[in-house]
């Protein structure tokens, strides 16, 4: 499946979330067109009439160009008579019969992807927790989008690795498969879906050797850190990507060292490959 259709299927997924998590009778959402600084409102839910399908909204303009161009959440409590946006577009909403509308950015690597809008017939303020459900909403897109575009990056690795096999220096292949092994496992602890969590780490798993009975086991934030370190990054490096302190770092260094019976960095990585912990 393409990246936009992928991308389209998630903002769908989170304008359903949306309007369970807030009672909003309406939502719809879009991606930003490749190459053009606005949006197409392909997503929509709850809507009575086709004024908002295929709608381009250009960053900038009416509520959501005004989230795309300032990259966060904007909301106005009656649309047409806003003085805070501009109204390009107060014939499709008004057609739709919204008033009260919110938009929030799906940002991925501090670039607008698309935006979420949720909104009221009625002209009255949505509050916190509303709010507070659309932001959700977009992470939620944020998070799943950097997951796949990771594991695409770490498939393409792979793949690269694999064509270089009879290289006599295929090294750098593998380092690159490493690093996005080690990128992919730092990323798991922040996803709050159970299930896209599993997946992702029984992806990293398959680009290790297979693991023989009864071989050595490490926790998961000590596999984290051996992750890191075999890509070539220092203790302050592991820290700053993971989040931790650097004397966590040492201590769960020391903790995979001892459990491999290694007793430097170098020949932890190598006792970990060899027990089909690392690729």
């Known amino acids: 499946m393409a990246a936009e259709a992928v991308a389209a299927v998630e903002i769908h997924g989170a304008l359903a979330r949306l309007r369970r998590a807030t009672g909003l009778p309406v939502a719809f959402g879009g991606l930003v067109e490749p190459g053009r600084p606005r949006i197409r409102i392909s997503e929509l839910s709850g809507t009575v009439t086709p004024a908002l399908r295929a709608l381009a909204v250009t960053s900038g303009n009416g509520l959501g160009g005004k989230a795309v161009a300032l990259a966060r959440p904007c909301a106005v409590t009656d649309y047409s008579r806003s003085r805070q946006i501009s109204h390009e577009y107060d014939v499709p909403v008004a057609a739709e019969g919204i008033c009260s509308v919110v938009a929030v950015p799906v940002v991925v690597r501090r670039q607008v992807r698309g935006v979420l809008y949720g909104a009221l017939r009625t002209a009255q303020p949505l509050g ?140 932890a990585v190598t006792a970990a490959r060899r027990a089909g912990l690392l690729p």
């Not at 799943?144 to 695409?152: G, I, M, P």
């Not at 009879?166 to 990323?187: C, F, I, K, N, S």
């Not at 599993?198 to 009975?213: M, N, S, V």
């Not at 992750?227 to 966590?248: D, H, I, K």
Request: glycine share 8%.
């Open 128 to 267: 916190d927790r509303t709010l507070g459900a659309a932001v959700a909403a977009a992470r939620d897109v944020e998070q799943a989008l950097v997951v796949r575009e990771e594991a695409r990056g770490l498939l393409a690795a792979a793949r690269l690795a694999e064509a270089d096999a009879a290289d006599p220096a295929p090294g750098t292949a593998w380092e690159q498969v490493r690093e996005a092994h080690a990128a992919l496992r730092a990323l798991a602890p922040r996803i709050t879906d159970p299930g896209l969590r599993a997946d992702l780490l029984a992806a990293c798993g398959l680009l290790a050797a297979p693991r023989p009975a009864g071989g050595v086991s490490l926790a998961p934030r000590e596999l984290d850190v051996l992750s890191w370190v075999a890509a070539g990054a220092t203790n302050a490096a592991v820290a700053e990507r993971l989040g931790l302190r650097p004397e966590t770092v040492k201590g769960y260094l020391r903790s995979a060292m001892r459990k491999l019976g290694a007793h430097t960095r170098g020949e």
